[in-house]
């Protein structure tokens, strides 16, 4: 029974311990989890910098159901309880967070040293998000007002995996009502080093020189600049920049259909970026004001978000296209248009009413001379009600519903060269236009009760999920994999009913917690490997299916020492196909159990510090689907430790470094993309960060 | 209603968990076993000449489809699924190709089948370069899984 051994875990701190290693499990017995009735946990700037480990995502992968998906070292995708992509909403400031969530190399698009806090909730979120909130939400706060007059710091950080270095600086200040905050971020790295010196890719063998996946060294530049006004009463407008610009290459061996001709010197450097590559770059300007108007606090929010990103490889032919005249092989152009309006009006002493509109336009442009996905342009307007009832003080209860309309209108695309077809030859359409709206009605309802020992909490709710574009209209191959990928343009708004609990039990230096879930999905939305062939290519069209997916976290803590912490925590989540082609198999990439012991030990000398050994284990996931393969299970040791000093004034300068898989051991990430085609995780690594501030 | 929904659901977790013995998890195979198989590694061959393919195909539940597909191997990679290293005139004979040949077809199985002999004749251009080939099959079965297998060939 490992299963039952996984489920029973253990990892927190006591109530009143503000040990910093355990700020997950301090802030869920804070006031917010004593009323919060969905399983959210809140996290800010510090807890990101002790944990820092090269991206966001990898930092915050201590939240038990938090995982990161990694792509090299610089680029991570959250998922939560499994479920990422379309199906969890990143938000910034209360702004939905446009990235290009369908791809399976793209990175979140956010520097994470302007991140102040971020909040994760677990499970659906609809209600307050809309679309694709179906999962979770990452909500990041990066616009908390600076409190002194003048703050600045620099960070230093390096990973030893790629070689990387970066440099980080804040300057922020308040005077009067007039407020700033500045944040710049450069980062460069090498190619990514995993323990093989050999790959299977789509029955090509590999080798690799040295371990390094070939060109897959990048570099990001971010900058963020918010200026704003307070009559630190009543109002409080800010207006906020931000630019992300990233550019990596492909692993040059496994992209592409005739990458093995190459005449690119791909040896030459660690370093350089090499066809084939990408850049993106997501510029976002957003305006933020809130207002006391009596009892009732209104905020509305107003954003402009630019998406673009250029895939760019060896032209080549391949079938009937002739070779294309240079390198532009994918460009998307994607705006987006945002707003929302919000107020919180109390109504008496029990009860608070949330009442909520947004809308969102997007218009999203293509070109190269590869398809994949449609031009499209997208609407959604939604409204929402919620009242928060507080009968007691041990007791709160809350019930909302919304309604949402979407519309998609997918433009056609015909290929630009000629297709044979009988004697005659002929542009072949790839996409037809596809006209859609969707509807949705949802709701979700739950209770909290808690005393000096116990919270629990209960929570019901029905979610949904607009289709994008890709699953309505894709029709070509996909490089990076080769397949064929079709969309249907005849998907419905994926649903899903979901029932979600919590139970903490705490006493003295002791916390124990279990959060069991289970949903529903009518029809959930993936990409299904046929038995067919379309131009040479398996083929692989996107599909809904009824499924079931439950699961549960569990978490415990004991300070069974002064300075001492010993932690457990685990996570299980498991899923079944109830109808169609799958029938009875598991969804695709099911996260494997897996559970965490830590250890930590807290000083203080010069200043204050954390250590921590950490033992990672996760169970083999025999659970697949088509085109899978089994992953063997595997541990890790890694070790933490970070230190502050404080100096003269109110300076500071800390310090973290990260030693992870100590034992280097080799391993596959079953819920990567990287597994599909044999590429191991990164060996023994360190990451290091020295922060100043003054 | 809702209550309803709930129910139903958490009764097919409950069937869930217990059923799925009858998921297909393996891939289809191809092999050489009881055939004359053609081609086979570091057959040689004339422009002009037809290669008569033949190999069976087979599956624990049934068979979907096939593709066969060809390409030059003039670089000397390898393929995972083929561990034979044919003899090579030369060391360095490695050199960009310029009209290699190039074949992709998809075909068809019939339905219901989990043991199939592929016949087809496939005819090599007079005009290609000659050289080192990859011949390259692959299969499908019902469930989705796919398996390859790449023979070396030559033309002279």
């Known amino acids: 029974m490992t299963k039952t051994l996984l489920l029973v875990m253990l990892l927190g701190t006591p109530p009143d311990s503000v040990i910093s290693l355990q700020d997950v499990t301090v802030s869920a017995r804070s006031a917010q989890a004593k009323a919060a009735t969905q399983n959210a946990v809140k996290v800010d700037a510090a807890y990101i910098d002790e944990h820092f480990s090269g991206s966001l995502m990898q930092s915050l992968e201590g939240i038990p159901g938090v995982k990161a998906v990694s792509i090299g070292t610089g680029l991570s995708r959250p998922t939560i309880r499994g479920l990422g992509y379309n199906r969890m909403v990143v938000s910034e400031d209360g702004i939905k967070h446009e990235g290009q969530q369908w791809g399976d190399d793209h990175g979140l698009e956010v520097d994470q040293f302007a991140v102040d806090a971020v909040e994760v909730i677990k499970g659906p979120a609809t209600l307050l998000y809309g679309s694709d909130a179906i999962g979770g939400v990452l909500a990041i706060t990066g616009n908390r007002l600076p409190a002194r007059p003048l703050e600045a710091s620099v960070s230093l950080f390096g990973h030893s995996n790629s070689l990387q270095g970066g440099l980080s600086a804040r300057v922020a200040g308040r005077s009067n009502g007039f407020f700033y905050k500045a944040n710049l971020t450069l980062s460069d790295y090498g190619d990514y080093r995993v323990p093989t010196d050999t790959i299977q890719y789509y029955s090509y063998r590999i080798a690799l020189r040295d371990g390094r996946l070939r060109n897959t060294a990048g570099t990001e530049r971010d900058m963020r600049l918010m200026v704003g006004w307070t009559d630190n009463e009543r109002l409080r407008t800010d207006i906020t920049v931000s630019n992300v610009y990233a550019r990596s290459g492909f692993f040059a061996d496994a992209h592409g259909m005739e990458v093995r001709l190459s005449n690119i010197d791909y040896n030459r450097s660690i370093r350089d970026v090499d066809l084939p590559s990408q850049w993106v770059n997501h510029l976002k300007v957003q305006s933020h004001t809130t207002y006391q108007l009596g009892t009732a606090s209104l905020e509305a929010n107003l954003a402009w978000q630019h998406n673009l990103r250029e895939e760019l490889s060896e032209p080549l032919s391949h079938g009937y296209m002739p070779t294309p005249p240079d390198s532009l092989e994918r460009r998307f152009d994607k705006h987006t248009f945002s707003g929302t309006l919000a107020a919180r009006i109390p109504l008496g002493a029990r009860h608070e009413v949330s009442l909520g509109t947004g809308a969102e336009h997007q218009r999203n442009s293509r070109d190269g001379w590869g398809f994949i996905i449609p031009a499209f342009e997208s609407s959604s307007w939604g409204l929402y009600a919620l009242d928060r009832w507080t009968p007691s003080e041990n007791l709160a209860l809350n019930a909302g519903v919304r309604y949402d309309l979407n519309a998609i209108d997918i433009h056609s695309y015909s290929d630009w060269y000629r297709t044979p077809v009988g004697s005659d030859s002929v542009f072949m359409q790839r996409s037809a236009d596809v006209r859609r709206t969707f509807s949705a009605l949802t709701w979700s309802a739950g209770a909290n009760w808690h005393n000096d020992d116990w919270i629990l909490r209960l929570n019901v709710g029905k979610a949904f999920r607009v289709p994008i574009a890709k699953e309505l209209g894709a029709n070509g191959v996909n490089y990076h994999i080769f397949r064929y990928e079709q969309g249907n343009a005849g998907l419905d708004p994926e649903r899903s009913y979901q029932v979600d609990a919590g139970i903490e039990w705490g006493r003295g230096a002791f916390v124990v917690k279990a959060d069991p879930y289970a949903s529903y999905f009518p029809n959930y939305i993936y990409l299904n490997p046929t038995p067919d062939y379309v131009e040479g290519l398996q083929l692989y069209r996107y599909t809904q299916t009824r499924a079931m997916r439950y699961g549960i976290e569990v978490e415990a803590a004991w300070a069974f020492a002064p300075q001492w912490e010993l932690g457990l925590r685990g996570q299980f989540c498991r899923s079944r196909q109830l109808s169609g082609d799958k029938r009875g198999y598991t969804l695709p990439f099911a996260l494997p159990p897996s559970a965490d012991v830590d250890l930590g030990w807290h000083y203080d000398y010069r200043g204050c510090g954390n250590v921590g050994l950490n033992l990672h284990a996760v169970a083999a996931q025999n659970e697949i689907v088509p085109p899978e393969k089994p992953t063997p299970g595997y541990m890790t040791v890694n070790l933490s430790a970070s230190h502050r000093f404080t100096l003269r004034g109110d300076r500071q300068l800390s310090l973290a470094v990260q030693l992870g898989n100590l034992l280097n051991t080799t391993y596959y990430d079953h819920t990567s993309y990287y597994r599909l085609i044999d590429v191991p995780e990164p060996g023994r690594h360190v990451s290091l960060r020295i922060k100043y501030e003054f | ?156």
């Open chain 2, 1 to 156: 209603m809702k209550k309803a929904i709930f129910l139903a659901a958490f009764a097919a977790l409950a069937f869930a968990a217990c059923n799925g013995e009858d998921r297909d998890m393996d891939k289809p195979a191809i092999t050489t076993e009881g055939i004359t198989a053609s081609p086979s590694e570091c057959d040689s061959y004339e422009r002009g000449d037809t290669i008569r393919f033949c190999y069976r195909m087979t599956d624990n539940m049934e068979l979907g489809n096939f593709n066969i597909e060809v390409h030059g191997n003039h670089d000397h990679h390898t393929h995972s699924t083929s561990d034979i290293e044919c003899e090579h005139e030369g060391e360095e004979e490695h050199h960009d190709a310029e009209n290699p040949w190039v074949f992709n077809q998809d075909y068809q199985i019939p339905d219901g089948l989990h043991d199939y002999t592929a016949h087809v004749d496939i005819a090599i251009p007079t005009h290609v370069d000659p050289g080192d080939y990859h011949f390259m099959i692959r299969l499908t079965d019902k469930a989705g899984w796919q398996e390859i297998r790449s023979v070396a060939i030559e033309l002279e």
